[in-house]
């Protein structure tokens, strides 16, 4: 390969602030700026360059004209003992597009790689996710912004998919799919529909580049052959690349378009950093998805090539090991650890990101998640710290101190996750081996005991759908027998209208949602009994038309949010404004602990009530074929919710004897 090379014999030394430096606020005045340890780093005369490569003999910076080319003018870089490069290129500023050669016996210099450091990525739209790096400047006008410090107990969280939010053409947003279409005033999407509905937080699905093309279909690629993927894409974005630069697709100059490169002029940094302000502007804390445990199967991912045994577990043959997604780092090797970190820290500072999801967070090692915790909120002492964690591991993170999605919650009421026959409250039955006490169990915020999880309440991530698997709906759907997962549905619309028995059985989940202790989570789409249905496109999916279980590959209307659809059931989207509206007035259903919640056995094996404080009752039943007869005990009630209609205000007051009729919930207040 024929390449440029200049041998610097003198550079620069450079002066680091290391990310790991712990700097404890107490009150939050502002987002403190931290440096990063390697990358590219502009000065006044030119830039710093530096690269941690300790396998290498020697190590080239490329620096290139433009994203395509394959040659550009390389540098000598000079090393530490300690497994740094570095060097300084003068007269060149912002804009300037990198890479690095290395050689060394586990380096392949025929490559270019980019910077793992990269604070702004260029990357094309081919499976390997070939990529080079851009110097940006850090010139955002924040307006005083800082984190929002929302108690944990006070949030309503929202997990959204940024595209899918305002793509679809019923959003009227502008520029769709992108962090500024996110904000847009006068649409139906994004930020609007947020505010409409009432939550305090979003948790966006990652932001992170990811490598979103995946391998040709049913067509020989290197090593790989792809014959589960016929859209060759990666919506979701679990498969990340560079950890400090944001998904280019998703800003104004994003393409979709096979071959074409996307972020060269490296606008996703500010516009994503102006869809944080105006979040923060209207009172909504933004929580990032965040994958530090793989990395993505296929594309040049630079750790990859600077030494992938130091970086990636391998096995005895001395291949990748995957779990599920991706290639699986080595979450407790130091130098991994410190990349971790520095990454969400970098997203603290410089994004102002008030919090993290952590997918598949069992598979972070206990050292780490602890390191993580204690490092994270050495920046914030508030920031918002959970994870996703498979099969009840959940108690796990709760003794370290972080919280996690509650999938128990979920099960309980709805039913198993893959038997369908295992039914849940919801249809007036119990999966195997659990009563009534799971119901009081996840009402009291699951807490440690026998069938407990967390140590707080907080730690409790309460849903009853996210991304992952079949949406709410379109579980009650079939497992109701209205529907057959594999039905070809024809008519979208009218397929998720919803009957009675379903309209019952979604605002009897929502009421338990929304009065457990916990944080509450919906994923967007759930508060009006959205459907996941393939859509019809010209990739030649065998599906079309089915409920989709797994929509993870689709960048289509099998996801794209369809804002029409709220009309078709505004009773349940109007339902959960009023459940949100509750929450939000009632202190004790954020603040009480386990032991100030009343229990009431009622007169049915699907019958419970709960009063929080002496002053508020909640009657549920889960019977699909009875009504419940329940006494108010002293005097009027105020009642502010029934089967089909919450109103903050009240519906009704009620004294003495009420019913409460089959599969329903209702809630009272009293008058004083």
């Known amino acids: 390969m024929r390449y440029n090379t200049i041998i610097r014999k003198k550079a620069i030394p450079l002066f680091f602030i290391i990310a790991s430096l712990i700097i404890n606020f107490g009150c939050i005045k502002s987002a403190p700026k931290i440096g990063l340890s390697y990358g590219a780093f502009l000065r006044p005369d030119g830039i710093d360059f530096r690269l941690y490569s300790p396998s290498s003999d020697s190590v080239n910076l490329v620096i290139f004209s433009n994203p395509e080319d394959s040659i550009g003018t390389e540098f000598s870089m000079e090393p530490r003992s300690n497994g740094d490069w570095f060097t300084f290129i003068d007269s060149i500023g912002a804009g300037s597009i990198y890479g690095y050669r290395l050689f060394g016996n586990k380096n392949d210099s025929n490559i270019v790689i980019a910077d793992p450091y990269s604070k702004a990525a260029i990357t094309q739209n081919k499976w390997r996710h070939i990529a080079k790096s851009l110097v940006i400047e850090s010139d955002f006008n924040w307006e005083g912004d800082t984190w929002k410090t929302i108690n944990p107990r006070n949030l309503v969280i929202y997990e959204a998919h940024l595209r899918d939010m305002t793509v679809h053409p019923s959003s009227k947003t502008k520029s769709k799919g992108t962090y ?50 016929p859209y060759e894409r990666n919506h979701w974005g679990y498969m990340p690349t560079f950890f400090f630069a944001p998904e280019s697709y998703y800003s104004t100059e994003g393409s979709n378009v096979p071959g074409e490169w996307n972020g060269i002029k490296g ?95 069992h598979l972070i090692s206990n050292e780490t998640a602890k390191i993580i915790l204690e490092r994270l909120r050495n920046i914030n002492p508030r920031v918002y710290i959970y994870g996703e964690a498979w099969d009840n591991k959940g108690a796990k993170f709760s003794e370290m101190g972080w919280g996690s999605f509650n999938a128990h919650f979920r099960d309980v009421l709805r039913g198993d996750l893959w038997d369908y026959s295992k039914k849940g ?235 409460i009729p089959p599969t329903s919930g209702a809630i009272f207040v009293k008058e004083i």
């Open 425 to 659: 409250f919801l249809f007036g039955s119990y999966r195997p081996n659990e009563n009534k006490d799971e119901l009081v169990n996840i009402i009291s915020g699951t807490n440690l005991g026998p069938k407990g999880i967390y140590k707080v309440p907080e730690h409790a991530i309460n849903f009853l759908e996210v991304h992952d698997d079949y949406c709410f709906s379109d579980y009650l759907r079939f497992s109701s027998g209205r529907n057959k997962p594999e039905d070809i549905i024809t008519d979208k619309l009218k397929h998720i209208e919803l009957s009675g028995e379903i309209l019952r059985m979604n605002t009897l989940g929502a009421t338990v949602l929304f009065t457990s202790l916990g944080i509450p989570l919906i994923h967007q789409g759930q508060e009006w009994g959205h459907t996941q249905v393939i859509a019809d496109t010209d990739y030649p999916d065998e599906n079309i038309g089915r409920m989709d279980r797994n929509p993870y590959n689709k960048d289509n209307k099998t996801n794209w949010v369809d804002w029409n659809e709220i009309k078709q059931n505004q009773v349940l989207f109007d339902y959960y404004k009023g459940l949100i509206k509750i929450r939000k007035k009632y202190s004790q259903l954020r603040n009480s602990s386990a032991s100030q919640i009343e229990f009431l056995d009622l007169d049915n094996e699907f019958g419970l009530g709960y009063i929080y404080d002496n002053s508020l009752a909640i009657y549920l039943n889960g019977d699909p074929n009875n009504s419940i007869s329940i006494k108010l005990l002293g005097g009027k009630w105020l009642q502010l919710s029934n089967s089909t209609k919450v109103d903050v205000n009240g519906i009704r007051v009620a004294e003495g004897y009420v019913n």
């Open 267 to 361: 606008k996703a940094v500010n516009e994503l950093k102006e869809l944080v302000k105006t979040l923060h502007q209207n009172n909504i804390a933004v929580i990032m998805d965040v994958v530090v445990n793989h990395v993505s199967n296929y594309d040049y991912h630079p750790l990859k090539y600077i030494d992938r045994d130091l970086y990636f577990k391998m096995d005895e043959n001395g291949n990748y090991i995957s779990q599920c997604c991706g290639n699986l780092l080595k979450t407790d090797e130091p130098v991994v650890r410190d990349y971790i970190i520095e990454s969400l820290i970098y997203w603290m500072t410089e994004y102002h990101i008030d919090g993290f999801r952590f997918d598949q967070a």
């Open 180 to 229: 500024l279409g996110f904000i847009e005033n006068n649409q139906n999407g994004g930020l609007e529909h947020l505010k409409s509905l009432g939550i305090n937080a979003v948790q966006f699905l990652p932001l992170w580049d990811f490598a979103n093309f995946e391998i040709p279909y049913k067509k020989q690629a290197d090593i790989f052959y792809n014959d589960w993927n």
